[in-house]
Every structure is written in C-alpha cells, then in structure tokens.
C-alpha cells in the first residue's frame, strides 16, 4: 500500500499514544527528523521512550525533556565527560526522572537491524567484559565468548530522508542516512520527514535507500536548521 | 618541582605525533576530541581515508566552507571529502569497524592500563557515560592508538596499573601517545618508544603509574 501523504508533522504523529517507544534516526545534526520531534514535543505526550543515537546539549531530541515527556532513552551519546554545560535530559535523569540505556552505538544499530529482520538476537564481542555485558548472557561457541544482544523495536519510527515519491520510497543524502534506513524496518508505525515529495518514478530504483514497503507516512516539511554545540 | 607534572606536548601535536604514526594508504577512524584534529595532520599524499562512524569512508579535515547538516563528521563537525569517498547507513558502517576492515584507530582515554585495557567512556563521578562507537572501535580496530594527556587535571596518572574506570574494553590498545611520551604496549607490558621534547625518560616514568620498560637508547619525537 502506497505511503500516506499526511500535510502537517503534528498530524502525522498525532496518534502516537503516551508510554510509546519511538526509534528517532539521525546523528547529530544529519538525517535528524527535526519537524517530527518538535510535533511530538507539541503533542504533549508523555512517558515516551526514545531510542536515538544522541540526546544532548543542542539536540532536538532534548527539546522533549522540556516538559519532562521522555520517561527513559536508549541511546549512546548522552552524558558528557565534562560538567560544564549540561542538557535537560542530562538533569532529568540526575533526577531520577528519566532513565537512560546506554548501549554501544554499533550494538545499537544491530539490536534495531534484528528487530526488523526478524531475528531474535545478535552475537557480538563488543562490550565483553565490560559493564555492557552485566545482566546478560555470554555464549562460548567454538571456544569463543560472544555477548548475546536482543532485538530491540519501536512502536513509532521519525525518520527523515530528503526526498521520498508517492508510493513512500526514500532517498537519502550525504551522510544522511545513518540510524534511518535501519529504523526503518523495526517499527510499528514509521513516519518519514523529507524535503521534497515526487512522483513515483522520479527516484531512480538504484538510488533508493529505504524501499516504500517499511514506510507508512511522509510529511514534506522545510528541516530545522540543527547545529551541535560542541 | 617532582610535585608538578612537566609540560609536554600541545593537544595539537599530540595530534601531530598521532598522524604520524598512521600507514599510507591506510583506512582510519578518530575518536571525538583530541584525536579529530589528526585529520588535519595527514599529507593528503598519504590517501589515508578516515572513517566517520555516522556513514562516511574518505574525508578530509574540517570544513571551512558552509555548514551543511547532512554532512558531518562523528564529533558533530562539517567536512569536505576526499575524491573516491562514499557514504552508507550505520549497520554498514559498524559492519565495516567490528569486521576487521579499519586498519587503525585513534582514540582518547581516560585511562589505559598495562595489559592496554581502555577506559574512556564512563566517569564515575559523572555517570551515565556516553559511549559512541568506541567500545565497537576498541574491539574491531586492527590497531588502536590512544592519544590522551599523560595525567590528570590533579596531576594523577591515567597509565596505570588497573583501570579503576569502567572499561571499554580489555587488552585492546597498542600504542599510547601523551604530551610526554609514546608508549608501546606488549605482551610483556609497556615499553618506552620516545620521549617529547625536553622530557626525560625518567619524568615519563615518574608520572607513569605502572611499571614502564626504558631501552638504553630512547629517541625524542621528530615533530
């Protein structure tokens, strides 16, 4: 079924409910959905868990602890090594107000890709041995240690790509892609953000990076500038 | 003055000193912080190709041009690319890390240990900790260099015996450039490769917080 063609970011995410779980693509200012986050800021929903590489200082993404609407994060940028300037996100969660799951950022990216290819986990020798691997079970194969990781998926993905045609196929630029495409498969509902919708077609079949069957709805909307403090 | 560490290196040319140990034609990744100022250090002869975690293999050092959002390096920052660069999605890229494809990674620490264990994610004073892709690097890179300063703020050492610090990942580091020294680290623990500029292989080992092999012929870093 071709993508919805939805008007408004705030109408797309509309009926994403209080307590979802919503995979947010980008890295820092590339491929960051910045319309869809400030809709879902404006939605007021609330005890979201937000699954996104990076929740800091100047991210959009903490705009959404303004009013305290992240319940937890998963992601593996959050907490700086120095104090000097802090995030919203970073004094909800001295708080005790939001809960954060930091997880290796190639760890991340596979949980996701396993939630989406319907896998029921992935074997990796990143975070043996350290505090990454409390909690969790390691298996000896072959005379290997590897750490069992689970799948991880979303109830909703914001994704934003730059350009996508009717049917919902994306294409991506530059360095833009990033947590997208992934996100893509391992979410309930996924809704992209891009900057120009065109007819299918249009996207040559070789350039497509996200094939329109993940994708539920697009939204074409102008992108937040987004700069990363530093 | 045995009380106050000596003055070494600028964090530039520990950078300098850390480009310099990097292989023509090699594929490389840096850390955020210190180690993405060794991109500006490399002879463009060299093709070196650093590796951006976020999708990028070829690019250069940081843009002076206009800021485009959708291209960025790990750390955040605007750069140009390098002709023959490509972009791809995160899966891939950590694909390419955790597979053995990067030849040599660039780090920073906050401590290493002397069997090169590799703390450098997590204060405990801190908590929280943001890791990136440096747990994935430490494991995947073929070789990992750790640019850091040689002590703390408070003068303590960060080459140490045993990281007190969560690890990133155990037994994982090569090489350790500081603003005092290149340290290599080896089965049979770390060795003195060269001193800085005007420091002595003693002051090195005054503010080394494991035991340090000295040679009999220790060089100074050409800069």
Same mark, same amino acid.
């Given at each position: 079924?071709?993508?919805?063609?939805?008007?408004?970011?705030?109408?797309?995410?509309?009926?994403?409910?209080?307590?979802?779980?919503?995979?947010?693509?980008?890295?820092?200012?590339?491929?960051?959905?910045?319309?869809?986050?400030?809709?879902?800021?404006?939605?007021?929903?609330?005890?979201?868990?937000?699954?996104?590489?990076?929740?800091?200082?100047?991210?959009?993404?903490?705009?959404?602890?303004?009013?305290?609407?992240?319940?937890?994060?998963?992601?593996?940028?959050?907490?700086?090594?120095?104090?000097?300037?802090?995030?919203?996100?970073?004094?909800?969660?001295?708080?005790?107000?939001?809960?954060?799951?930091?997880?290796?950022?190639?760890?991340?990216i596979e949980?996701l890709r396993?939630?989406?290819?319907?896998?029921?986990?992935?074997?990796?020798?990143?975070?043996?041995?350290?505090?990454?691997?409390?909690?969790?079970?390691?298996?000896?194969?072959?005379?290997?240690?590897?750490?069992?990781?689970?799948?991880?998926?979303?109830?909703?993905?914001?994704?934003?790509?730059?350009?996508?045609?009717?049917?919902?196929?994306?294409?991506?630029?530059?360095?833009?892609?990033?947590?997208?495409p992934v996100?893509?498969?391992?979410?309930?509902?996924?809704?992209?953000?891009?900057?120009?919708?065109?007819?299918?077609?249009?996207?040559?079949?070789?350039?497509?990076?996200?094939?329109?069957?993940?994708?539920?709805?697009?939204?074409?909307?102008?992108?937040?500038?987004?700069?990363?403090?530093? | 003055?045995?009380?106050?560490?000596?003055?070494?290196?600028?964090?530039?040319?520990?950078?300098?000193?850390?480009?310099?140990?990097?292989?023509?034609?090699?594929?490389?990744?840096?850390?955020?912080?210190?180690?993405?100022?060794?991109?500006?250090?490399?002879?463009?002869?060299?093709?070196?190709?650093?590796?951006?975690?976020?999708?990028?293999?070829?690019?250069?050092?940081?843009?002076?041009?206009?800021?485009?959002?959708?291209?960025?390096?790990?750390?955040?920052?605007?750069?140009?690319?390098?002709?023959?660069?490509?972009?791809f999605d995160t899966a891939e890229s950590f694909a390419?890390?955790?597979?053995?494809?990067?030849?040599?990674?660039?780090?920073?620490?906050?401590?290493?240990?002397?069997?090169?264990?590799?703390?450098?994610?997590?204060?405990?004073?801190?908590?929280?900790?943001?890791?990136?892709?440096?747990?994935?690097?430490?494991?995947?890179?073929?070789?990992?260099?750790?640019?850091?300063?040689?002590?703390?703020?408070?003068?303590?050492?960060?080459?140490?015996?045993?990281?007190?610090?969560?690890?990133?990942?155990?037994?994982?580091?090569?090489?350790?450039?500081? =603003?005092?020294?290149?340290? =290599?680290?080896?089965?049979?623990?770390?060795?003195?490769?060269?001193?800085?500029?005007?420091?002595?292989?003693?002051?090195?080992?005054?503010?080394?917080?494991?035991?340090?092999?000295?040679?009999?012929?220790?060089?100074?870093?050409?800069?």
């Amino acid at each position: 079924m071709p993508a919805q063609r939805f008007d408004s970011p705030d109408d797309a995410v509309a009926d994403i409910r209080d307590g979802a779980t919503v995979l947010v693509g980008g890295f820092v200012s590339a491929g960051t959905p910045s319309n869809l986050i400030m809709a879902l800021k404006r939605s007021g929903r609330t005890g979201l868990t937000a699954v996104a590489n990076n929740i800091g200082l100047g991210d959009l993404l903490d705009e959404l602890c303004e009013h305290r609407q992240l319940d937890r994060v998963i992601g593996t940028f959050a907490i700086r090594a120095s104090g000097a300037r802090t995030s919203r996100f970073e004094a909800q969660y001295r708080a005790g107000e939001a809960a954060l799951e930091l997880v290796p950022q190639g760890t991340l990216i596979e949980r996701l890709r396993a939630g989406g290819a319907g896998l029921g986990g992935v074997l990796t020798k990143t975070g043996l041995g350290t505090m990454m691997a409390e909690g969790k079970q390691v298996l000896e194969l072959d005379g290997e240690q590897w750490l069992l990781e689970r799948p991880l998926r979303g109830d909703a993905a914001l994704l934003k790509a730059w350009r996508a045609d009717t049917l919902g196929n994306l294409q991506y630029r530059l360095a833009g892609k990033n947590f997208n495409p992934v996100m893509a498969t391992a979410a309930d509902l996924v809704i992209a953000e891009v900057e120009e919708i065109v007819e299918a077609g249009e996207i040559p079949p070789e350039l497509v990076g996200t094939p329109a069957v993940y994708v539920d709805r697009i939204v074409q909307c102008e992108p937040i500038p987004v700069r990363w403090e530093g | 003055m045995a009380d106050a560490p000596p003055i070494g290196l600028s964090r530039e040319l520990i950078a300098l000193r850390a480009a310099r140990e990097l292989e023509p034609g090699s594929v490389v990744n840096l850390g955020i912080g210190l180690p993405t100022l060794v991109a500006g250090f490399v002879d463009s002869a060299d093709g070196i190709m650093f590796q951006a975690e976020n999708g990028i293999l070829g690019y250069a050092g940081v843009s002076e041009s206009d800021f485009d959002s959708d291209l960025i390096n790990a750390g955040g920052q605007p750069v140009d690319l390098v002709p023959g660069a490509s972009f791809f999605d995160t899966a891939e890229s950590f694909a390419m890390i955790r597979g053995g494809h990067i030849d040599a990674a660039v780090l920073g620490g906050l401590q290493v240990s002397a069997r090169g264990d590799l703390a450098n994610w997590y204060v405990p004073a801190r908590g929280g900790g943001s890791v990136g892709g440096a747990m994935d690097l430490a494991v995947g890179a073929r070789k990992l260099i750790v640019a850091m300063a040689h002590v703390t703020r408070d003068g303590e050492p960060r080459i140490v015996e045993s990281c007190e610090y969560p690890l990133t990942a155990g037994r994982c580091v090569d090489v350790i450039i500081t =603003d005092l020294a290149v340290i =290599d680290v080896r089965v049979d623990g770390l060795v003195l490769r060269e001193t800085a500029p005007g420091i002595s292989a003693e002051q090195v080992a005054r503010w080394t917080g494991a035991p340090l092999q000295i040679p009999d012929v220790v060089p100074e870093m050409a800069l």
